[in-house]
Nanobody
Framework: QVQLVESGGGLVQAGGSLRLSCAAS????????MGWFRQAPGKEREFVSV????????IYADSVKGRFTISRDNTKNTMYLQMNSLKPEDTAIYYC????????????????WGQGTQVTVSS
């Protein structure tokens, strides 16, 4: 049974930082591209970032480029999202996802999803 468990969300002031983690089990972690999506209240779920199997390739949404950094540790079956210079518009539930990629502005539907972790940025 595949499980993706996010942690690290919380309440932070604008300009602050948070580090999200996604711990994976039940899958060959190093065999999957991994990434993050988010969903703000009243909005559709949107792509945030994706990282390749080895971590050598990363892609970011324009809205987070230069502020967020995705990484992974295949020895720990864990992926991370370092979020700096947070803005109120970053407020959302952040979801970990496995087995997808982004190309030509579109992405295929991930095979697996986590339950999400809430990030709230106050102004």
């Amino acid at each position: 049974q595949v499980q993706l468990v996010e942690s690290g969300g919380g309440l932070v002031q604008a300009g602050g930082s948070l580090r999200l983690s996604c711990a994976a089990s039940g899958l060959a972690f190093g065999s999957y591209a991994m990434g993050w999506f988010r969903q703000a209240p009243g909005k559709e779920r949107e792509f945030v970032s994706v990282i390749s199997l080895s971590g050598g390739s990363t892609i970011y949404a324009d809205s987070v480029k230069g502020r967020f950094t995705i990484s992974r540790d295949n020895t720990k079956n864990t992926m991370y999202l370092q979020m700096n210079s947070l803005k109120p518009e970053d407020t959302a539930i952040y979801y970990c996802a496995a087995n997808f990629w982004v190309g030509s502005g579109a992405y295929n539907i991930p095979s697996y999803w986590g339950q999400g972790t809430q990030v709230t940025v106050s102004s």
